[in-house]
């Protein structure tokens, strides 16, 4: 079992909810794979509008929901945002992404840092998205967070985990802190790769909604993120230059 924020789930396996071909592979994809937390943005799936066949879907889902304030490119925009979730929602759990490139969709770390030392002295639990930057991981932490939540590669390429060394640096110099993967898995692979580093849970999304059949491929990533972490715990041998 995984504690995460004193809640026990099973699955390490988080699921994002946008760019899905049906509101009905959607909820297929989230069953099949025994996803137990789901992410959703108010600002790009209009769940506000509780009469839409999409949020009426998501209510229906045995998930804990992770609201977040994707879109967002200042602190204003996301603290606002996040109070509209906290309500909609009925959560104080809120992934933080405020935006400072449009080309990569890289987050602002100097609005994150902002942005979360807001949230934190309102009562929420902050899920910062960020760069796998160590500095701004320790601004962070010494605000009070207890999840960080490092890009493997930019939301939606797919290139999986470009700076291995720095997300292993991260992992090695907060061991008792909650390490969540969040954006550029592109395969169950990458999956694997990040749960062997002793990542304690991966989120994606572009990966499971734009595969050819996307629920397959979330059952893929359950078996992935559940592979990774058995490797993870059982000790993997260390490589060697002789045979």
Not at 143 to 161: D, F, H
Not at 184 to 202: C, F, N, R, T, W
Request: glycine share 8%.
């Amino acid at each position: 079992m995984w504690d995460l924020l004193g809640q026990k789930f099973k699955s390490r396996f988080l699921l994002g909810t946008s760019g899905y071909p049906s509101p009905e592979i959607l909820k297929k994809s989230v069953l099949d794979s025994e996803v137990e937390i789901v992410t959703m943005s108010l600002r790009r799936s209009g769940a506000m509008s509780e009469g839409t066949a999409f949020w009426e879907i998501l209510k229906e889902l045995p998930v804990h929901f992770l609201p977040n304030t994707a879109g967002c490119h200042s602190v204003k925009e996301a603290v606002t945002t996040a109070h509209m979730a906290r309500e909609v929602f009925n959560t104080n759990w809120i992934k933080l992404e405020i935006i400072g490139d449009d080309y990569n969709l890289q987050p602002d770390p100097f609005a994150l840092v902002e942005g979360t030392k807001i949230l934190l002295e309102e009562g929420f639990e902050v899920f910062p998205y960020m760069t796998d930057d160590l500095v701004l991981a320790e601004k962070l932490v010494g605000l009070g967070v207890r999840i960080l939540m490092p890009w493997a590669s930019p939301i939606g390429s797919g290139k999986g985990l470009i700076n291995e060394y720095a997300l292993k640096t991260l992992r090695n110099r907060f061991p008792d802190l909650n390490l969540i993967i969040d954006a550029g898995i592109g395969k169950p692979s990458h999956a694997v790769q990040a749960m062997e580093l002793g990542y304690d849970g991966v989120l994606l999304n572009s990966a499971v909604a734009l595969a050819t059949d996307p629920i397959q491929m979330a059952i893929a990533f359950k078996h992935a993120v559940q592979a990774g972490k058995n490797a993870y715990n059982a000790g993997m041998m260390q490589s060697r230059n002789l045979a």
